[in-house]
């Protein structure tokens, strides 16, 4: 026997008249009203006296069907609606937090950078300094050595074993003057290569910080989300309706969206801050030494003539001696 069913909605109605709570009319082939489940025969309703009533109870019918249709479809748009607030909300949130992040590194790259160069300028004033140094000293020895050749000459005596004596007695005190320039620049560079550590280490943690920092946000977003896909699936299914939120699906998608927005943030902190090398240090502290310097014979030229009488002073030897003084 062959069955014919009819909608749920009308078999609502029909197990209304028949009294079947909860049955499944079907109209069998011939023509009788059976229950689906039980199999029982569903007497049917009793005409009314006036035909005319079965039009009003089928409108009836009607209706509620359209009713719960419409009922569906509002809820179905709010679903929907729901699911595009959530993932616009998710959005919005992920732009907010790579506009302030972005703000955060600037901040920092240019305190690292403003750093790195108070480091780079300590190594280049210890650099000068060390110059300065051994500029000094060999024009103390340069200085001091054509004094006492001078002197010998001035003795007749620039042939005699004083002449070694004194070359002896400047070496020695252009070694142990530059060692101590030496060391005062080991000591120096020591404490400056500390600080350069430090501001290394301070840098990569920090980075490592906005890192994390960016994987917890991501995380904490999309928990959330999936928390709010779960919701609307319960709530479609228990509005009897059948779309669905493919939550994994949605989760990586979104994920993958957010870590496309951030992407930026991992480029801004991928820029690194070097320090300057031996070369460009050793450049910036020549360029250094030679600023406002003036020539050899500055005092001369600048005083001019000292006396109102006799040569000029820059006609003059630099030097004396006791036998042919000359001022």
Avoid: C, H, W
């Avoid at 300028?121 to 340069?142: C, E, M, P, V, W």
């Amino acid at each position: 026997m062959s069955t014919v069913p009819i909608s749920p909605t009308l078999s609502g109605v029909l197990a209304a008249f028949s009294g079947g709570e909860g049955s499944y009319p079907y109209v069998t082939d011939d023509g009788q009203l059976t229950d689906f489940y039980s199999g029982q025969y569903i007497a049917p309703p009793p005409m009314p006296d006036n035909p005319d009533n079965m039009t009003t109870v089928f409108s009836a019918q009607t209706q509620a069907e359209q009713d719960a249709i419409a009922q569906q479809n509002a809820f179905r748009d709010s679903f929907n609606q729901s699911k595009d607030s959530a993932l616009t909300g998710f959005q919005t949130s992920t732009g907010a937090f790579r506009d302030n992040s972005r703000n955060s590194i600037l901040d920092f790259m240019d305190s690292i950078r403003n750093q790195q160069q108070g480091v780079d300028n300590s190594r280049i004033n210890a650099q000068l300094g060390k110059s300065q140094g051994t500029a000094s000293i060999l024009d103390t020895i340069g200085r001091g050595i054509r004094s006492s050749g001078v002197m010998l000459a001035n003795k007749n005596a620039a042939d005699s074993s004083a002449a070694g004596a004194i070359a002896r007695a400047y070496g020695e005190y252009g070694r142990n003057a530059q060692s101590d320039v030496n060391n005062q620049f080991a000591l120096e560079n020591r404490g400056i290569q500390q600080q350069q550590d430090a501001l290394n280490t301070s840098t990569e943690s920090n980075k490592r910080r906005f890192q994390t920092e960016k994987n917890n946000f991501v995380n904490s977003i999309v928990a959330e989300l999936q928390q709010t896909f779960a919701a609307l699936n319960e709530a479609a299914a228990g509005a009897g309706i059948s779309d669905r939120i493919q939550i994994e699906q949605e989760k990586e998608a979104a994920r993958q969206q957010a870590l496309s927005q951030l992407a930026e943030l991992d480029t801004m902190l991928g820029q690194q801050v070097n320090p300057m090398d031996q070369n460009q240090i050793i450049g910036q502290a020549n360029q250094l030494s030679t600023q406002g310097q003036v020539g050899s014979n500055y005092g001369i030229d600048q005083v001019g003539p000292l006396t109102t009488s006799g040569a000029d002073l820059s006609q003059l030897p630099l030097y004396s001696s006791r036998r042919n003084r000359k001022v």
